[in-house]
């Protein structure tokens, strides 16, 4: 009779663990888990004529958010390779979209919509190209520019440095780095004037150490006649990047070609910038994950880091007991990456018979 009571009891006490798992794992990963790419504010606007039809002008705005995403994500010498990418391909590849103000003006109709795609299929597609997306990041660059007339032997930086002037004119939604100019300061000035002929080797930690900045790109323009060099130090993760660029027959009487030289610069930096960030998303590694599932709170937030984390391809759970939740994931990167971004997010891990065990950071 004992025995029969003791059994019922941990039978009892079994299914009672049962349910919580199973609350667990509907509560937590019942959530879609799709992550998106969201483009916001694409504005489209168009004469309303007879022929008016507003799918045509959604499909647009389809078009363009698809197309300005691309441009964050993708370095430029691959940005051709998705040039033709048909409609239906970008349409099957939106999560959601919202029409946020839609208008008609003297005629015109103007449409503004928010459109979220989902990334595993974006990344899908720019594998089948063999295209290696990067993250879109967005990032702080001090960014000193100077200018130096080789004929006459002058250096200028301030107002009198069209780049300078002109840098920060007709920002891109889909650039990802903001540079910081510095201020108009005569001390700074003195400094470079007197490094004139040694521009290249000098280190302009003086003007560097003003700013709570730590990455910096230096770019030193030397013009020769209508022959441009840009000598480029770009200092990123405690890295100097040493880039030299060449140009020819650039008119510095012309704004146009000014701005047309600025545009190609900004784009080799972008580029960099992309290519610190890029996934390779042909690796995926597999890991076994257990946490303790007794914590609902403990749980959704490891999910929730999960499903926010941009090099995770997929997770979910493929078993459970009374005391943990074991996760498959699915990981674009090596396993002192994964350790190093979990790190980050004060994840700590101990691993027995290949299982990674969680554990916080105390």
């Known amino acids: 009779m004992k025995f029969i009571f003791q059994f019922n009891k941990l039978r009892l006490l079994y299914n009672f663990f049962l349910f919580l798992a199973l609350i667990n794992i509907f509560f ?16 489209i606007s168009t004469p309303f004529e007879i022929n ?24 430029s010498k691959d940005q051709i390779k998705l ?8 349409k099957g590849m939106i999560e959601t979209f919202s029409i946020t103000e839609e208008k008609f003006v003297d005629n015109i109709y103007y449409l503004t919509l928010n459109v979220s795609f989902n ?10 190209k063999n295209i290696f997306p990067s993250l879109p990041i967005k990032k702080n660059f001090l960014f000193i520019p ?17 780049f300078f002037i002109n840098w920060n004119l007709n920002k891109k939604k889909y650039s990802l780095l903001n540079y910081i100019l510095p201020t108009q300061d005569l001390d700074d000035f003195s400094l470079i004037k007197r490094n004139i002929n040694n521009l290249e080797t000098y280190d302009f930690k003086e003007i560097i150490n003003k700013y709570n900045i730590n990455d ?5 323009v030397f013009k020769n006649n209508n022959k441009i060099r840009v000598f480029n130090k770009i200092y990123f993760n405690k890295k100097n990047n040493l880039k030299n660029l060449n140009y020819n027959e650039v008119n510095f009487n012309n704004d146009k070609e000014i701005y047309k030289l600025i545009n190609n610069l900004k784009l080799v930096y972008e580029d960099f910038w ?7 998303t042909s690796v995926k590694l597999s890991l076994n994950i257990s946490i303790d599932n007794t914590d609902n709170l403990k749980i959704n937030k490891f999910e929730e880091i999960l499903s926010q984390m941009d090099l995770i391809n997929n997770f979910y759970i493929y078993k459970f007991d009374n005391k943990n939740n074991f996760y498959k994931i699915i990981f674009n990167g090596t396993p002192d990456k994964f350790l ?7 994840y700590e891990f101990e691993i027995k018979n290949k299982i990674w065990i969680v554990s916080e950071k105390s």
Not at 83 to 90: H, R
Request: proline residues 0%.
């Open 119 to 128: 990334k595993k299929n974006i990344f899908d597609l720019l594998e089948s």
């Open 274 to 280: 992309k290519s610190q960030n890029q996934i390779n």
């Open 83 to 90: 040039e033709n990418t048909s409609i239906n391909q970008i």
């Open 28 to 43: 937590s990963t019942g959530k879609s888990h799709a992550k998106t790419f969201s483009i916001i504010d694409i504005e």
């Open 340 to 346: 190093d971004v979990m790190s980050h997010k004060n």
């Open 52 to 75: 008016f039809k507003k799918n045509e002008i959604i499909d647009q705005g389809f078009k363009e958010a698809f197309y300005e995403l691309i441009l964050s994500i993708v370095q």
């Open 216 to 220: 910096h790109i230096i770019m030193i």
């Open 146 to 162: 100077v200018f130096v007339d080789q004929n006459k032997n002058q250096v200028s930086l301030f107002s009198e440095n069209k």
